[in-house]
């Protein structure tokens, strides 16, 4: 298992109940492959570095976790399905 850092941005009209239930979608894939969260930490709205699918806003969410490599493969197949995360990056964390 090793250590990872995975920054979220889900687009910024979502309802809260769906925001919350796509956070908890990566969380439950992280745990379900006998993973662990060390940290979420929503950052929550902010203004874009540059436009991204003509949006300006994004929602961002900071999560450590320790995992395997099928649970961060699944996570970025998510993501990248999902219609809700405007962009995402997971990188291992060395400390």
């Known amino acids: 298992m090793?250590?990872?850092?995975?920054?979220?941005?889900?687009?910024?009209?979502?309802?809260?109940e769906v925001r919350n239930s796509e956070i908890e979608k990566v969380k439950n894939i992280i745990t379900d492959r006998q993973g662990t969260i060390e940290k979420v930490d929503e950052w929550g709205q902010r203004k874009l570095a540059y436009e991204i699918n003509k949006k300006r806003?994004?929602?961002y969410v900071l999560i450590n976790f320790t995992a395997n490599t099928d649970a961060v493969n699944e996570i970025d197949r998510i993501c990248k399905i999902s219609e809700n995360f405007i962009r995402h990056m997971i990188v291992r964390d060395e400390n």
């Open 57 to 59: 806003d994004g929602y």
């Open 2 to 16: 090793k250590k990872y850092e995975g920054v979220f941005i889900l687009l910024s009209n979502l309802e809260e």
